[in-house]
Structure formats: structure tokens, C-alpha cells
């Protein structure tokens, strides 16, 4: 459906004091259609301003972003983002909420409620279209959230560590919910994460950044869906160990004198 | 810079850009209100002549004549004449404060003594918060005549209506996890006011002060306006029959730069109430009394 | 107090509160039968109330002092319509420069000087400067509350609008809303209930400005009426106009808060 191209892709600002910093330095990366890409790396490294640059939130300051080809130029409901945040909009109904890109683009009105109503049930928030947001909990706005974004029918779909403020039960059963939608409408995917086990469970590709640049980029191919015990099996506890020391967590990490 | 020092130095940038204008204005539009008198006098003119004409205002004593007995207008009688005329404002100004504030403070803290007493209280204290206040003047003025009495009276009115409502809601604000805390410590009613309550509130208080002081200068002023025969709002308004811009200008320039410096001294003295009363001594010390 | 989520206005009302009222009433009565201040003492509630009924809607009375033949209603009606006026203008201008003083860094720089140095002065000493330049005219007034009025709803846009979390913002675009968009659906929305609150502390201090502005010189009006009457000595005539307008005062106020409720009920409850 739609293939993500960065291209020597750099974004540098100037801190109050005057020095300049490189949040991300000369990315080149292609994300293939349908791909799930996690993207992984410890604070600071650049990770969050990558995928902002990718939704069109800002402008690169070096190299160039394109989707199919084309060259992207500024936010757009079809480069959808999920934020770590609450992005739904407090004084909107939550049919209201999901149903906006739609009105944005001008869908006539029964017309966008009836897909927001689907799109709402799909995500197992179909009796409360008419709350308000504040009568919601944290992880049924995370699912108003991604059910306004899916109602666009994103080619892409961003997600910048979506799941990090929720507790754990809510955070799995997100992964699945996420999951499902993905296999149904097969977005190309750029999920940011800090978390590990995330990113193994859900991605097909892990690239790793490092002070605003990639340090590695690996395929993942664990058979879906995963479970406890595939991420159980030797490849995956490779993966991770990696990953791991990439984050500097090494001493997590069982010191082998035979090479893999 | 620091943030503070650039907002500083914006703000008085933007305070000189204004008086270029008035300069501006007072040459583009040269035009006089009543013959001799420029609408719009430039600073030249406003810190010489116009000064010199407060003189006017002064009714004779410590050896300068006044000008309406024939005496010349001099800075020495414009000065003495500001001063005086300030020394009034302010006297009522800080007279009606200090009442106002008092009665307030003191039936604010005895209607959240008990329950009862607030919740009868509530809704007719809302109702007179609404009220015109300003409009009530000329009642005061019935009652009093235009006179010192009548003018203070009226600041404490109005300081006391918005300090009376402050301490209610300060009282109201106080957390109650630090009253549960001290009634568990077994304080009286009286200790938990004077340790918990009164330091707890003070914070809120703060802002309290600072709306009566804005409140106590548009009262003092605007009963000056309507009749007083003394005054800087006096002054104003007798300057405004006759057309005389320049005087109420100046005059004005004296009025606000006061109020700046009360603001300013209000804000500092309160600060410095609530710093040494450091908000763990509102909390009662877990090993002793309150 | 607790409150359901659909309480509109600030109903149903305290009991005790309804007591106080009554009270403060039998006050005013008692008050009322001592002449102790001067022979013009309070005048009576029945008196006050016997004056209001008489010259509400048309008053031969009032006539004679030039207030025109609309008795006390007609006065009202030019009092209430300049603070509508100033308001509705001052909300605009105010939300506008305000919003733009939160995004604009450099906006700001130059806006705020002016508007909270105009905030914190009387504006109350500008009055007489607007009776030279309009004369005794509506202009006058309405020039005095726009200032009063700007200000208080600058501050509290501008607060507003800097509060606004920016990842709502960042929703919007990623949405496909375009600036027009995002100022109504988000900025004006989300801003609505802390520019609301300035618009109730706005409108409370409005009526007596515009009494006072009136008191000083005007065609018409409640603050006409007050003087003119206060001329008379008619003590009962005075108090009869301040407690109309006060009436009118309240009722706006009780209006606002209801429509405050209304258009706030999607907002977190203070967890106090």
C-alpha cells in the first residue's frame, strides 16, 4: 500500500545557549509496504523527532521524506499518528472524536458517523459513542484514539510509544487490539518504543537508533502470532540479547563463551 | 538574558515607544482645547507649564499665596499643591484599605467558624459581590456628604465585600487533610485556627491584598470624582470641565505611577508574610503539639 | 456541593442560603427604621419596591428630569445594551489578540506591556479623557469598558491558549484540520471555559463601570438616573435604580454561570 523512503534524512536545532545538536543525523531507511518497523533506542536518540519528521509535524532540515515517491510536505490523515499522550479532544464527544478526520475531509455527516460507529466497535468501544472523554479510562482513550486514526484509512500509520502510560494488562491487551487492525487493513507501520519486549512482539523489523543515527536493522521473523513460548525460542532471546546491549542493558544479558 | 530581565526591558522599551507617540501626537495635532491650553501638550510643555499650573490648586500656606487670592503660579505652589492633594488621596485610600480589610478579614474568619454560618451566609454575600459597587457612591454621599468619612467609608465597603468573600474561600481552601491531621493530634477548635487555618491561608490571601488594593484605588478615585473638593481625582475631574487636558494628563501620570509603586510594594511586602511562614509549619510536626 | 454532570444552572439552591437572604432583608428593614445616620436614613424595602413597580416600565416622574418616558426599563436598556456591546466587542478583539500573543513569541514581547500594565491601573482614570474626546455621548462608555473589558479577556485567552496542550494541536493537523480549523475546533474550544471565566469577572466589575460612566455623563442610563436622582436627595429613587441594576447584575451572572456549566460539562471535575 504505500513505501516509506527516508533519504540522508538530518534535523539539528539550536540550543538557548547557542550549541548546535543533531537530533537526527543522515537516516536513510526504506520501510516496504505493509511492514511493521519498530523503532527502538534509549532517550534521547532521536527516535520521537524521526517519526515527527516523518508525519509532517516539521520539516527536515536535511534530505528528504518521500511516500510512493512523493515527497511528503507537512501532517496528513493518511501518515496517521497514535501519540503517547491523550490526543482526544477533551470537548468532543468520542463519536465526535473519531468521526473528525473524516469531517476534516468534508464526509458528509451520517455517512462519517456510521464508518466512526464501525470503527468504534471494531475497537469493543461501540456503547459509548456518546460519553465525554473525561468518563473514559486511560486505555479506552487509547482505543477512541486509534479508532479515529484507522477511520481514516491511513497508508501509514505512526504510532510514537502509544502504550507507554498504560498498565500492563491494558498495555497487552492493546498489542492484540493493534494486531488485528493491522492484519485487516495492512498499514506500513513505524512504531516507536523503548520497550523491548514490545517491539519483539510486534514488529517485523527492528531498527535500533543511537544518538540520532541507525545502528542497526534487524529482520524478525518469528512466525505470527507470537506467543510466550515463540519469544521463548532461542532466535528470539538472540534478538533481544542484542537489542539489549544495545541499550546499554548488557549486564541483563548471560555472558556466553560459545558464539552464537 | 533571563526571561524576567528581557520582559523588563520590553516593558519599559514599550513605555518609552509610548511617550515618543504622545510627542508625535502633540506636534502632528497641535490643536487646543480652550485658547492657550494644547489638547495634546508635548512633555516639554507638560513637565514647565502645565506643572507650573497645578499651582492653581493650591489654596495658600507656608508662605506661597494662593493663585485665586492673586498670587503667582510657581513650582514651589504646584509642588505643595501635588503634595497636598496626593497626601489626601492617599490618606483616604489607606484609611478605607485598612477597614476594609480588617472587617473583612475578621467576619470572614467568624462566619467560617461554624458550618451554619457559612452556608446562610453564601448566597447573600454572592449577591453583593455582583453589586455595582461604583454605582453606590452617591448613596454614600446622601449619607455622609462628600466628605472624608463618606469617601473612606466607601473604600472599606468595597475592600470589604471582596475581602470578606477572599477569606471564605481561603478558610474553605485549607486542605483537610491538615485539620483531620491536627484534630487527630487532639487540637481545640482554637488551636487548629491559629497553627493550621491563619498560616494555610495566607497564600490565598495574597491575591486577596492585591484585588483590594486595585478595588481601594478605583474606589478612592472614582469618589473623588463625583464631588470631593479635594484630591488628585479631584483635580481631574475640575481640569476635565474647563478642558484642560494637559493637567489631567499629568495629574493622571502622578495617580498611576502611585499605584504602581503601592502594587509594587504590596506585592513585595506579602511575599516576604508568606516566605518566613514556610508551608511545613501550616502542617502540625508529626512528633509534637500543633 | 455535589452536582450531576447535567446541572445547567447553579440550581437548586442553598436553603440556608434563601435564609441568609431573608435575613440580610430583615436587616435592611430594621436598619431602616432608625434614623441614627441622618434624616436620610435607609430608605424602607416596601418603599424601594413601591418606587420600582411605579416607575418600571413608565414614569412621568422620571420624565422631568429628561430621562425619557421609558421610566426605569428604558434606562436599563441603554445601561445593559452598552456592556453587552463592550463585551461581545472586547471578546473578539480580546480572544483574538490574546490567542495570537500565546503562539507569536514576538506578539507577545509588545502585547503584553500594553495589556497588563492597562490591567493593573484604575481604568476608572481614563474616564474623563473619553468625556473630552466623545463628549457626553454612548461612545464615551463603550470606549471606557472596551478597555476594562479587553484586558481582563486578553489575560485570560492568552492564558488559555498557552495552557492548551500542544499535542492536541499536533492531533488536529495529523488529522487533516487546517489552520481555520484548528483555531475553531481546537484553540476556541479547548480555550472556552478559562475565557469564559473572564468574561464572568469581566461583566461583574462591567455594570459598575458603566453606572459610574454614566453617573458622569451620558444621555440615558441607570447611572443618569442615580444621579439625577441623588440631586433630589430622593434617597428612595436612588436605592429604587441601584437595586435594579444590581437585579440585573445578579440575573446576568446567575446566566453566565449557568451557560458557564453548560458549555464546561466536558471538563474533568476538580479533584479537591
Given at each position: 500500500m504505500a513505501e516509506v523512503e527516508l533519504r540522508n534524512v538530518g534535523q539539528s536545532f539550536r540550543r538557548s545557549g547557542g550549541a548546535l545538536v543533531?537530533?537526527?543525523?543522515d537516516v536513510s531507511l526504506v520501510i516496504r509496504s505493509h511492514e511493521f518497523v519498530c523503532l527502538i533506542g534509549p532517550s534521547g536518540c532521536g527516535k520521537t523527532t524521526l517519526l515527527q519528521l516523518v508525519a509532517g509535524l516539521t520539516r527536515a532540515s536535511q534530505g528528504q521524506i518521500s511516500v510512493d515517491g512523493a515527497a511528503i510536505a507537512g501532517p496528513s490523515p493518511e501518515r496517521g499518528l497514535v501519540f503517547?499522550?491523550?490526543?482526544?479532544?477533551?470537548?468532543?464527544?468520542t463519536i465526535d472524536n473519531v468521526s473528525y478526520g473524516l469531517k476534516c475531509r468534508g464526509v458528509e455527516k451520517t455517512k462519517r458517523i456510521e464508518i466512526a460507529r464501525q470503527y468504534l466497535r471494531q475497537v469493543?468501544?461501540?456503547?459509548?459513542?456518546?460519553?465525554?472523554?473525561?468518563?473514559?479510562s486511560g486505555g479506552m482513550l487509547k482505543r477512541v484514539a486509534v479508532a479515529t486514526v484507522f477511520a481514516n484509512s491511513p497508508r501509514v500509520l505512526l504510532m510514537d510509544?502509544?502504550?507507554?502510560?498504560?498498565?500492563y494488562v491494558t498495555k497487552l491487551q492493546l498489542h492484540q487490539l493493534l494486531l488485528t487492525l493491522w492484519e485487516q487493513h495492512r498499514p506500513t507501520v513505524l512504531f516507536v518504543t523503548h520497550d523491548v519486549d514490545e517491539a519483539m512482539l510486534l514488529a517485523d523489523r527492528i531498527v535500533v537508533m543511537k544518538e540520532g543515527r541507525v545502528v542497526d536493522d534487524r529482520k524478525i521473523t518469528l512466525a505470527?502470532?507470537?506467543?510466550v513460548e515463540s519469544l521463548a525460542l532461542p532466535e528470539a532471546v538472540a534478538h533481544k540479547e542484542v537489542l539489549l546491549r544495545h541499550l546499554?542493558?548488557?549486564?541483563?544479558v548471560q555472558d556466553r563463551t560459545a558464539p552464537l | 538574558m533571563k526571561r524576567t530581565t528581557a520582559h523588563r526591558l520590553t516593558s519599559f522599551g514599550v513605555l518609552v515607544v509610548l511617550a515618543a507617540l504622545w510627542q508625535l501626537a502633540s506636534i502632528m495635532m497641535p490643536y487646543?482645547?480652550?485658547?492657550?491650553?494644547?489638547?495634546?501638550?508635548?512633555w516639554q510643555i507638560l513637565v514647565t507649564r502645565t506643572f507650573l499650573s497645578l499651582a492653581d490648586y493650591w489654596q495658600g500656606g507656608l508662605g506661597i499665596p494662593s493663585v485665586a487670592q492673586g498670587g503667582e503660579r510657581t513650582y514651589a505652589g504646584a509642588a505643595l499643591a501635588v503634595l497636598s492633594n496626593s497626601w489626601d488621596t492617599s490618606l483616604r485610600l489607606f484609611t478605607g484599605l485598612t477597614l476594609g480589610v480588617a472587617v473583612g478579614l475578621v467576619a470572614g474568619l467568624a462566619v467560617s467558624w461554624s458550618k451554619w454560618s457559612r452556608r446562610i451566609v453564601a448566597l447573600p454575600a454572592q449577591i453583593i459581590r455582583t453589586?455595582?459597587?461604583?454605582?453606590l457612591i452617591p448613596m454614600f454621599q446622601l449619607w455622609f456628604g462628600a466628605t472624608f468619612l463618606g469617601m473612606a467609608l466607601f473604600v472599606a465597603f468595597a475592600v470589604g465585600v471582596i475581602f470578606f468573600t477572599g477569606t471564605v474561600n481561603a478558610v474553605g481552601n485549607v486542605s483537610d487533610i491538615h485539620v483531620d491531621y491536627a484534630r487527630t493530634q487532639g487540637a481545640s477548635r482554637i488551636q487548629i485556627y491559629r497553627s493550621v487555618i491563619l498560616p494555610a491561608m495566607f497564600p490565598e490571601l495574597r491575591s486577596s491584598i492585591m484585588l483590594s488594593l486595585g478595588t481601594a484605588w478605583t474606589a478612592v478615585i472614582a469618589a473623588e470624582f463625583l464631588?470631593?473638593?479635594?484630591?488628585l481625582g479631584q483635580i481631574i475631574v475640575f481640569a476635565q470641565y474647563f478642558g484642560y487636558v494637559g493637567r489631567m494628563f499629568l495629574v493622571a501620570l502622578f495617580l498611576l505611577f502611585y499605584a504602581a509603586i503601592t502594587y509594587a510594594l504590596f506585592e513585595r511586602a506579602s511575599r516576604r508574610l508568606t516566605e518566613w511562614?514556610?508551608?511545613?509549619?501550616?502542617?502540625?510536626?508529626r512528633y509534637g503539639a500543633p | 456541593m455535589a452536582r450531576t454532570?447535567?446541572?445547567?444552572?447553579?440550581?437548586?439552591?442553598?436553603p440556608l442560603g434563601i435564609i441568609g437572604l431573608l435575613a440580610l432583608v430583615a436587616l435592611w428593614w430594621g436598619l431602616s427604621?432608625?434614623?441614627?445616620?441622618?434624616?436620610?436614613?435607609l430608605p424602607p424595602p416596601a418603599g424601594v419596591a413601591a418606587a420600582i413597580t411605579q416607575n418600571f416600565f413608565s414614569s412621568s416622574y422620571l420624565a422631568?428630569?429628561?430621562?425619557?418616558?421609558?421610566?426605569l426599563a428604558g434606562n436599563l436598556a441603554y445601561t445593559i445594551s452598552n456592556v453587552v456591546v463592550a463585551l461581545a466587542v472586547s471578546c473578539v478583539v480580546g480572544v483574538a489578540l490574546g490567542f495570537a500573543s500565546a503562539r507569536v513569541e514576538l506578539f507577545r514581547a509588545f502585547a503584553d506591556p500594553i495589556m497588563l500594565t492597562a490591567g493593573t491601573i484604575?481604568?476608572?482614570?481614563?474616564a474623563p479623557f473619553f468625556l473630552i474626546w466623545?463628549?457626553?455621548?454612548?461612545s464615551a462608555q463603550i470606549a471606557l469598558l472596551i478597555l476594562f473589558d479587553v484586558t481582563i479577556v486578553y489575560l485570560f485567552a492568552q492564558r488559555a491558549a498557552a495552557n492548551l496542550d500542544p499535542t492536541y494541536v499536533a492531533a488536529g493537523r495529523t488529522l487533516g484540520a487546517g489552520p481555520m480549523r484548528i483555531v475553531s475546533d481546537v484553540y476556541l474550544k479547548g480555550a472556552l471555559p478559562e475565557v469564559f471565566g473572564g468574561i464572568r469577572i469581566a461583566l461583574a466589575g462591567a455594570w459598575g463601570l458603566e453606572a459610574f460612566s454614566e453617573l458622569l455623563g451620558?444621555?440615558?442610563?441607570i447611572g443618569r438616573v442615580i444621579q439625577a436622582m441623588a440631586a433630589e436627595m430622593d434617597s428612595q429613587m436612588v436605592f429604587a435604580a441601584i437595586m435594579t441594576l444590581a437585579v440585573v447584575a445578579v440575573a446576568f451572572d446567575v446566566a453566565i454561570g449557568g451557560a458557564f456549566d453548560f458549555i464546561t460539562r466536558w471538563r474533568r471535575r476538580a479533584r479537591l
Amino acid at each position: 500500500m504505500a513505501e516509506v523512503e527516508l533519504r540522508n534524512v538530518g534535523q539539528s536545532f539550536r540550543r538557548s545557549g547557542g550549541a548546535l545538536v543533531e537530533a537526527v543525523a543522515d537516516v536513510s531507511l526504506v520501510i516496504r509496504s505493509h511492514e511493521f518497523v519498530c523503532l527502538i533506542g534509549p532517550s534521547g536518540c532521536g527516535k520521537t523527532t524521526l517519526l515527527q519528521l516523518v508525519a509532517g509535524l516539521t520539516r527536515a532540515s536535511q534530505g528528504q521524506i518521500s511516500v510512493d515517491g512523493a515527497a511528503i510536505a507537512g501532517p496528513s490523515p493518511e501518515r496517521g499518528l497514535v501519540f503517547q499522550r491523550d490526543s482526544v479532544f477533551p470537548w468532543m464527544r468520542t463519536i465526535d472524536n473519531v468521526s473528525y478526520g473524516l469531517k476534516c475531509r468534508g464526509v458528509e455527516k451520517t455517512k462519517r458517523i456510521e464508518i466512526a460507529r464501525q470503527y468504534l466497535r471494531q475497537v469493543g468501544l461501540g456503547d459509548v459513542e456518546r460519553s465525554w472523554p473525561r468518563e473514559l479510562s486511560g486505555g479506552m482513550l487509547k482505543r477512541v484514539a486509534v479508532a479515529t486514526v484507522f477511520a481514516n484509512s491511513p497508508r501509514v500509520l505512526l504510532m510514537d510509544e502509544p502504550f507507554a502510560a498504560l498498565d500492563y494488562v491494558t498495555k497487552l491487551q492493546l498489542h492484540q487490539l493493534l494486531l488485528t487492525l493491522w492484519e485487516q487493513h495492512r498499514p506500513t507501520v513505524l512504531f516507536v518504543t523503548h520497550d523491548v519486549d514490545e517491539a519483539m512482539l510486534l514488529a517485523d523489523r527492528i531498527v535500533v537508533m543511537k544518538e540520532g543515527r541507525v545502528v542497526d536493522d534487524r529482520k524478525i521473523t518469528l512466525a505470527r502470532r507470537r506467543t510466550v513460548e515463540s519469544l521463548a525460542l532461542p532466535e528470539a532471546v538472540a534478538h533481544k540479547e542484542v537489542l539489549l546491549r544495545h541499550l546499554g542493558l548488557g549486564e541483563l544479558v548471560q555472558d556466553r563463551t560459545a558464539p552464537l | 538574558m533571563k526571561r524576567t530581565t528581557a520582559h523588563r526591558l520590553t516593558s519599559f522599551g514599550v513605555l518609552v515607544v509610548l511617550a515618543a507617540l504622545w510627542q508625535l501626537a502633540s506636534i502632528m495635532m497641535p490643536y487646543e482645547s480652550v485658547p492657550g491650553e494644547p489638547m495634546i501638550p508635548g512633555w516639554q510643555i507638560l513637565v514647565t507649564r502645565t506643572f507650573l499650573s497645578l499651582a492653581d490648586y493650591w489654596q495658600g500656606g507656608l508662605g506661597i499665596p494662593s493663585v485665586a487670592q492673586g498670587g503667582e503660579r510657581t513650582y514651589a505652589g504646584a509642588a505643595l499643591a501635588v503634595l497636598s492633594n496626593s497626601w489626601d488621596t492617599s490618606l483616604r485610600l489607606f484609611t478605607g484599605l485598612t477597614l476594609g480589610v480588617a472587617v473583612g478579614l475578621v467576619a470572614g474568619l467568624a462566619v467560617s467558624w461554624s458550618k451554619w454560618s457559612r452556608r446562610i451566609v453564601a448566597l447573600p454575600a454572592q449577591i453583593i459581590r455582583t453589586f455595582p459597587m461604583l454605582a453606590l457612591i452617591p448613596m454614600f454621599q446622601l449619607w455622609f456628604g462628600a466628605t472624608f468619612l463618606g469617601m473612606a467609608l466607601f473604600v472599606a465597603f468595597a475592600v470589604g465585600v471582596i475581602f470578606f468573600t477572599g477569606t471564605v474561600n481561603a478558610v474553605g481552601n485549607v486542605s483537610d487533610i491538615h485539620v483531620d491531621y491536627a484534630r487527630t493530634q487532639g487540637a481545640s477548635r482554637i488551636q487548629i485556627y491559629r497553627s493550621v487555618i491563619l498560616p494555610a491561608m495566607f497564600p490565598e490571601l495574597r491575591s486577596s491584598i492585591m484585588l483590594s488594593l486595585g478595588t481601594a484605588w478605583t474606589a478612592v478615585i472614582a469618589a473623588e470624582f463625583l464631588g470631593a473638593q479635594t484630591g488628585l481625582g479631584q483635580i481631574i475631574v475640575f481640569a476635565q470641565y474647563f478642558g484642560y487636558v494637559g493637567r489631567m494628563f499629568l495629574v493622571a501620570l502622578f495617580l498611576l505611577f502611585y499605584a504602581a509603586i503601592t502594587y509594587a510594594l504590596f506585592e513585595r511586602a506579602s511575599r516576604r508574610l508568606t516566605e518566613w511562614m514556610p508551608r511545613e509549619l501550616a502542617t502540625p510536626d508529626r512528633y509534637g503539639a500543633p | 456541593m455535589a452536582r450531576t454532570s447535567l446541572s445547567v444552572a447553579r440550581l437548586p439552591v442553598d436553603p440556608l442560603g434563601i435564609i441568609g437572604l431573608l435575613a440580610l432583608v430583615a436587616l435592611w428593614w430594621g436598619l431602616s427604621q432608625f434614623h441614627f445616620l441622618s434624616r436620610l436614613a435607609l430608605p424602607p424595602p416596601a418603599g424601594v419596591a413601591a418606587a420600582i413597580t411605579q416607575n418600571f416600565f413608565s414614569s412621568s416622574y422620571l420624565a422631568n428630569y429628561h430621562l425619557g418616558y421609558g421610566g426605569l426599563a428604558g434606562n436599563l436598556a441603554y445601561t445593559i445594551s452598552n456592556v453587552v456591546v463592550a463585551l461581545a466587542v472586547s471578546c473578539v478583539v480580546g480572544v483574538a489578540l490574546g490567542f495570537a500573543s500565546a503562539r507569536v513569541e514576538l506578539f507577545r514581547a509588545f502585547a503584553d506591556p500594553i495589556m497588563l500594565t492597562a490591567g493593573t491601573i484604575p481604568i476608572l482614570v481614563t474616564a474623563p479623557f473619553f468625556l473630552i474626546w466623545f463628549g457626553t455621548s454612548r461612545s464615551a462608555q463603550i470606549a471606557l469598558l472596551i478597555l476594562f473589558d479587553v484586558t481582563i479577556v486578553y489575560l485570560f485567552a492568552q492564558r488559555a491558549a498557552a495552557n492548551l496542550d500542544p499535542t492536541y494541536v499536533a492531533a488536529g493537523r495529523t488529522l487533516g484540520a487546517g489552520p481555520m480549523r484548528i483555531v475553531s475546533d481546537v484553540y476556541l474550544k479547548g480555550a472556552l471555559p478559562e475565557v469564559f471565566g473572564g468574561i464572568r469577572i469581566a461583566l461583574a466589575g462591567a455594570w459598575g463601570l458603566e453606572a459610574f460612566s454614566e453617573l458622569l455623563g451620558a444621555p440615558k442610563g441607570i447611572g443618569r438616573v442615580i444621579q439625577a436622582m441623588a440631586a433630589e436627595m430622593d434617597s428612595q429613587m436612588v436605592f429604587a435604580a441601584i437595586m435594579t441594576l444590581a437585579v440585573v447584575a445578579v440575573a446576568f451572572d446567575v446566566a453566565i454561570g449557568g451557560a458557564f456549566d453548560f458549555i464546561t460539562r466536558w471538563r474533568r471535575r476538580a479533584r479537591l
